[in-house]
């Protein structure tokens, strides 16, 4: 393709209103246009990547026995009040009243619309398993849409569901679907890591989510390298580095102090470490009252972990139910506690002599304090949220905190949607039983979003071989005839070339190649025509190197298999 001719040339400076990475690359380079917040075209070069990626998952989902097909983005409302989704995910659907007053949902998920599909075609259990997937648009009422691609209102999403006659029919697709996710991103360039979401109070740990590193991430994982596994922030076990605290247990008493609430104020006030300090955590739990959590002062609790233990929702008491429960911010401590709640320790505390805590009155402390002799705990457990500096439960290697995106996520639905929706089978032995479900997404443009958010410097965008718009960036810069023959022999080689065949000079040229990102750059001009050579230089490299014109097509060839 000839620049000159191209639709969507590169700008000079950013957008303005671009908040991300992603989204300043992209758009000065033109690859998108933004319609409205979360809302963004595909322009030529942005289509071609967006092309690549979808057919790399298209291969990958193939590779597991998906069929494609293409379910419609509207969907009469009826289907979305079966499932209850219409109130769960009410939030964030679009929807739409037609003609007749009848009332549409914009596909924000296809469980609406496969499941009942499904039922169309599944009697047996000769039907299954069986797996569909599509590449089509969802639309979500995203109250952030402020990073780029990354998160849309109306974005690409490559969905696939699988249907089973077992668990365990499920399980070993599970596996083999996971495996696919890898696949994809690897071929993406991407490095990822398979975490299981955190379960929450009404689900259990049925599904995982996909995280690449990258800067821009919202969300945080602990890695072990070692072990090369990867656990959600909200839901991380790790072994905790134990104190060196030999000591023997004191005598308890009561001090006076003046001190700030916080529990590096109490560790000054005390000339102690923070672990010394015990941490009180009163806590509304749904149902059944405040209760108390206790921990080490220089740990936090981790809520997830917390409404795990319960299984309920909960959350922190306010001042004003502190005061009304007779207890003193930043004075609580388990010791003689004057209201009537019951406490729960972390396995945190259980290591450590002659803690000090409040004494349930305002400037008083208590120092010494030991559990067992001092004050009772109802019950221990692992609530303690795990960050950098933990150890890894399965190596005791250090774990590492990364800022990642999640780029894709997979669940295992069981029979909701099947009982919903009717979609049953006839088993082997003449029973009619709910089909059971999987569902496995990638966000397709949030993945170009996230490939940009991974490969970029202060020049530009850097893409992979792999998803790149174009192999090579052509540039002539005087030698007009040389150059136009060379890009045609490099086209009828079968090559992908973007020639910027524009009259400007060679330095808007050079940025404009570094901006767009293609893997390889080759200049051709009177000097290197001397020497019957062209310029060579990969945009992830900063030497360029002289190729004899007769040595190219071989070089070109190997660079792009390797
Ligand atoms: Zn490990």
């Known amino acids: 393709m000839r620049y000159s001719k191209f639709f969507g040339k590169t700008r000079h400076d950013p957008p303005c209103d671009a908040e991300s ?9 033109g690859f998108v246009e933004k319609v409205a917040a979360g809302i963004y075209t595909l322009l030529p070069l942005g289509h071609l990547v967006f092309t690549k990626v979808c057919n790399i998952i298209r291969e990958e989902m193939n590779a597991v026995d998906g069929q494609e097909i293409l379910m419609p983005a509207l969907h009469p409302i009826d289907l979305w009040e079966k499932t209850g989704r219409i109130k769960t995910m009410d939030d964030i659907l679009y929807k739409t009243t037609a ?7 914009f596909g924000a998920s296809h469980e609406e619309a496969v ?15 069986m797996s569909v997937y599509q590449i089509q648009t969802k639309f979500r009422d995203e109250p952030r849409a402020k990073s780029g691609l990354l998160r849309g209102r109306e974005f690409g999403m490559k969905d696939m569901y699988s249907f089973h006659t077992s668990e365990e029919d499920l399980d070993a697709y599970y596996e083999r679907a996971l495996q696919a996710y890898t696949n994809v991103y690897e071929r993406c360039g991407l490095k990822s890591y398979a975490t299981t979401a955190s379960g929450g109070v009404f689900t259990d740990n049925l599904s995982h989510e996909f995280s690449i590193q990258t800067e821009a991430g919202e969300d945080t994982i602990l890695l072990c390298e070692k072990c090369d596994s990867a656990q959600n ?19 308890m008493k009561e001090v006076d102090v003046e001190r700030g609430f916080s529990v590096a104020d109490n560790a000054k006030a005390h000339d102690v470490p923070n672990y010394k300090i015990l941490k009180t955590v009163v806590y509304e739990v749904e149902e059944e009252g405040f209760v108390g959590i206790l921990i080490r002062g220089d740990l936090n609790v981790n809520d997830t972990k917390l409404e795990n233990y319960f299984k309920k929702k909960l959350r922190s ?42 004494a349930n009155a305002l400037n008083k402390d208590l120092v010494n304090v030991n559990q067992g002799r001092d004050f009772q705990v109802k019950d221990f457990a692992d609530l303690v949220e ?37 979609l049953n089978f006839t088993d082997q032995d003449g029973k009619s039983k709910p089909v059971i479900m999987g569902c496995y997404g ?22 992979p071989k792999s998803v790149a718009p174009y192999q090579i960036y052509l540039i002539g810069i005087g030698a007009n005839e040389e150059a136009d023959k060379l890009y045609e ?41 001397e020497n019957d050579s062209v310029e060579w230089k990969l945009r992830n490299e900063s030497e360029a190197e002289m190729v004899k014109t007769t040595d190219l097509n071989n070089k070109i060839s190997e660079f792009l298999n390797n």
Do not use: H
Request: hydrophobic residues 35%.
């Open 21 to 29: 990475i992603n989204a300043k690359l992209l758009t000065q380079a």
């Open 99 to 105: 003609s007749g007053n009848k009332k549409f949902v």
């Open 115 to 129: 499941t009942p599909l499904a039922a169309k075609y599944v009697n047996s259990y000769k039907d299954l398993p």
């Open 233 to 251: 922030l909200e839901i991380a076990e790790g072994n905790l580095v134990e104190p060196d605290n030999t000591e023997k247990e004191e005598e």
């Open 317 to 358: 008491a306010s001042p004003a139910q502190l005061k009304e429960l007779g207890l003193v911010q930043g004075f609580i401590s388990p010791v003689n506690n004057p209201a009537d709640i019951s406490f729960i320790a972390d396995n945190s505390i259980k290591s450590v002599v002659n803690f000090v805590t409040g």
């Open 386 to 422: 795990v960050r950098a500096g933990f150890k890894c439960k399965d190596c005791n290697n250090d774990l590492k905190e990364i800022k990642a995106v999640e780029a894709g996520n997979t669940f295992k639905l069981g029979t909701k949607y099947s009982e919903n929706f009717g």
């Open 442 to 463: 990638i966000g397709t443009t949030r993945l170009i979003g996230t490939i940009v958010e991974a490969y970029n410097d202060d020049d530009g965008i850097i893409w």
């Open 489 to 529: 022999d490099l086209k009828s080689q079968g090559f992908e070339v973007l020639y910027d065949d524009r009259k400007d000079n060679p330095g808007t040229k050079f940025k404009n190649a570094d901006l767009i990102g293609i893997p390889l750059r080759i200049v051709i001009s009177n000097r290197t025509m």
